[in-house]
């Protein structure tokens, strides 16, 4: 069984900074894609940020120069550093993980963390 656990989600004002990790804890072999997506309310869910196993960036249009993500291979770990945090950046927050776990891969995703930017 694998399990990702996110935290790093909270209440910040416009222009503040929050940094989300995401670990990953269970059978795995190797995790190869990881990625952080988010979800507003009544939108649909959508890709922020993703890193391959080589540590290879993709971030979407909304977040390019203020977002950065990163990973720990050793500690199965994903990081988004947010800066310049914005209104629109509301929303729930998840981390997916493409886990090899003995011969399987799987997709697996984090439960959510909350981000509000308000002033």
């Known amino acids: 069984q694998v399990q990702l656990v996110e935290s790093g989600g909270g209440l910040v004002q416009p222009g503040g900074s929050l940094r989300l990790s995401c670990a990953a804890s269970?059978?795995?072999?190797?995790?190869?894609?990881m990625g952080w997506y988010r979800q507003a309310p009544g939108k649909e869910r959508e890709l922020v940020a993703s890193?391959?196993?080589?540590?290879?960036?993709n971030y979407a249009d909304s977040v390019k120069g203020r977002f950065t993500i990163s990973r720990d291979n050793a500690k199965n770990t994903v990081y988004l550093q947010m800066n310049s945090l914005k209104p629109e950046d509301t929303a729930v927050y998840y981390c997916?993980?493409?886990?090899?776990?003995?011969?399987?891969?799987?997709?697996?995703w984090g439960q959510g963390t909350q981000v509000t930017v308000s002033s």
């Open positions: 269970g059978i795995i072999s190797s995790i190869e894609n």
């Open positions: 890193i391959t196993r080589i540590g290879s960036t």
């Open positions: 997916k993980m493409q886990i090899w776990s003995r011969i399987s891969r799987y997709d697996y």
